[in-house]
């Protein structure tokens, strides 16, 4: 079983210590065929995902990518204590082994989740009598941490345990034995596994706010009073909805201000919801990919921030389509093949802008063949080689060239849509979106400028709150006085990437 490489190392610039010259050989492979951990570990950092036997063992194409991108296999559900001890008197480990196994032939580090969860206590175990349940309790945890203490090296001794006002919540271990039970469960992990990393594992603690407050006081707590924590598990299940945009930068400061106690912070398990998200599949698939190249951004320039873990290889297995609905939140489609969130990791583990804000995704080719118009006759020219859309005939001003843009908006992400036109000089030029959703029919300015004379850029920033259902969106340029010819002979729409608070340093 290889260990994994020691994250402290690995941010303090000594990987080459810590990595056989296997990995170097590795790391020298081009770059489209470097897996994702070989990135990972030029930016310092180790990737893991979850994964579950039967898929393990059911599906080649997954187990494949498991082990080819991931340092570190999570158990998604093999240790927890409802799933091991759902007998009484007999611990079933048959799960755990088989993952275990997969990893020594892949040499992946495991990830230990989670020892203490309210959610997985098992279903025969009373809570009548405190002593009893406490009892059962210290037994489940020491047997899992010694039954596995030489393959695991990081644990999540409690997990969810904070509600959302950043207290702790109601629980059944708290009803029966008390909030102390989280102290006694970190002390009792420390002296069962004394090399062990010991991490307190939480979701909606990624970004600032009460439970985010809640967490830190939590880390402090437990620092004063001795009590053993070596890291914090932020699990980074997003969804771009509720929480509207991400306060990128204020997750990084709050990274940083958990760094600053001592912890090592893992972002334990990451996937990222999009099918409620109003608009097109390529927009939401572009959204997510956004959201994921920020957040391994800003791990990657985090020092304390150590670990990403996916929770889970491709959309076809996600909890997410059993726990809540039908979604697309990891980076691997249903036939295995790499969504956009996967090349935004690669981007981010390079340090590199991502693709996303450099692609092209309007669906307009050189020769302009989807551009139609809003009115007067639409003439089609090939200029010195350069193809030209030319409208005349124009009777209103707002007649125009246009294009459809609903194949790929989507709420959540600020496009940047431009073209190259020419009018008489003087004119106003102006860039107008028409979208016709559950809202009506509505007119939004995007831009507007005074024609040159000369041919010029017209760009403008769409952000559009679409509501279903959505008919059709174009956006088409006009300004022009009736009478007047307006030429366009490119367009072009890429994602409006922030000069990056999350990826500078
Ligand atoms: O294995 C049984 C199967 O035999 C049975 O037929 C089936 C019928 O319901 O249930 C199967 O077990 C389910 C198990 O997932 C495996 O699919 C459990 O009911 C179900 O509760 C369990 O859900 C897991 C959940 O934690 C609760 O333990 C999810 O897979 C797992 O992804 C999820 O992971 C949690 C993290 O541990 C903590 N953070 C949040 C995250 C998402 O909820």
């Known amino acids: ?182 102290e006694t469960a970190f002390l009792r992990a420390r002296a069962e596994a004394p090399q062990a990393r010991l991490f307190y594992n939480d979701y909606a603690v990624l970004w600032p706010g009460p439970k985010a407050d809640g967490l830190v006081r939590l880390v402090k707590a437990l620092q004063q009073a001795h009590v053993p924590i070596d890291g914090v598990g932020l699990q980074s299940h997003l969804h771009l909805v509720p929480e509207g945009r991400l306060d990128w930068p204020g997750i990084r400061a709050h990274l940083r201000r958990l760094g600053a106690l001592g912890v090592e912070i893992h972002l334990s398990e990451v996937d990222v919801r999009v099918a409620d998200l109003a608009g097109a599949d390529q927009g939401r698939l572009l959204a997510q990919a956004d959201a994921v190249y920020r957040l391994v951004s800003v791990c990657r320039l985090e020092p304390a921030c150590t670990h990403v873990a996916f929770w889970g290889v491709s959309d076809r297995y996600s909890w997410i389509d059993t726990a809540i609905g039908p979604d697309d939140p990891l980076l691997w489609d249903e036939q295995a093949a790499p969504k956009p969130a996967y090349f935004a990791v690669q981007d981010a583990l390079l340090g590199r802008p991502w693709r996303g804000c450099t692609t ?33 005939d124009r009777t209103a001003s707002w007649h125009g060239p246009q294009v459809d843009v609903r194949a790929w908006l989507s709420e959540g992400l600020t496009f940047r849509l431009s073209a190259e036109v020419q009018t008489a000089e003087g004119m106003p030029l102006q860039w107008t979106l028409r979208v016709v959703d559950g809202g009506g029919t509505r007119f939004l300015k995007v831009t507007e400028t005074v024609a040159t004379g000369a041919w010029q850029s017209l760009e403008g920033l769409l952000q559009v709150d679409l509501q279903p259902p959505v008919e059709t969106v174009h956006a088409y340029v006009e300004g022009p006085n009736a009478g007047h010819d307006l030429a366009l002979r490119s367009v072009s729409a890429t994602v409006a990437c922030a000069p990056s608070e999350a990826t500078s340093p």
């Open 360 to 392: 092209n995704i309007s669906g307009v080719g050189p020769s302009l063949e989807t551009v139609t118009t809003t009115g007067g006759r639409l003439r089609r020219s090939l200029e010195s080689s350069q193809a030209e859309v030319v409208v005349t």
């Open 1 to 182: 079983m290889r260990r994994w490489a020691s994250t402290a190392a690995v941010r303090l610039g000594l990987l080459g210590l810590c990595l056989g010259s296997g990995w170097r050989a590795q790391a020298a492979e081009s770059e489209p065929d470097s897996s994702l951990r070989v990135l990972a570990e030029r930016a310092g950092l180790t990737l893991g995902v979850a994964v579950d036997t039967p898929v393990l063992n059911g599906d080649p194409a997954h187990a494949a990518l498991a082990a080819r991108h991931f340092h570190v296999l999570t158990p998604e559900n093999a240790l927890k204590w409802g799933h091991v001890e759902w007998q009484q008197g007999r611990r079933d480990t048959r799960a755990f082994e088989a993952i275990a196994a997969f990893a020594a032939a892949n040499s992946q580090g495991l990830r230990g989740h989670a020892l203490v969860w309210d959610r997985e206590i098992p279903a025969w175990l009373s809570r009548d009598d405190p002593r009893v349940f406490d009892a059962a309790l210290a037994d489940h945890l020491q047997a899992t941490m010694s039954d596995h203490r030489d393959l695991i090296e990081v644990w999540d001794v409690v997990n969810e345990a904070l509600g959302p006002d950043g207290h702790r919540a109601p629980s059944s271990l708290v009803e029966v034995l008390g909030p102390s039970y989280l």
